[in-house]
């Protein structure tokens, strides 16, 4: 097997096991720095705010929503 086919069964396997997690963040503070949102952020005034992210597991979601707050806080 090629390490391009390897890859691509990898990629696509990952794909087909992908579930919705929501993770909340307090985010008074954050400043968007104009890049595109890569997750759906839903928020009521005075609450956490809800963001759903794309993930294999709970702690891959809070993991990726924690590296995309410290890019926009830079």
């Known amino acids: 097997m090629s390490n391009v086919h390897i890859l691509a069964s990898r ?8 579930q919705e997690f929501a ?3 307090n985010m008074e503070d954050i400043v968007f720095c104009g890049t595109p949102m890569p997750y759906t952020l839903n928020h009521v005034l005075g609450e956490q705010v809800e963001i759903t992210v794309p993930a294999i597991s709970q702690a891959e ?5 924690d590296q995309w707050l410290r ?4």
């Open 61 to 65: 979601a809070e993991q990726r929503v």
């Open 71 to 74: 890019g926009q806080q830079a």
């Open 11 to 18: 990629a696509i396997e990952r794909a087909k096991n992908l």
């Open 23 to 25: 993770v909340f963040r």
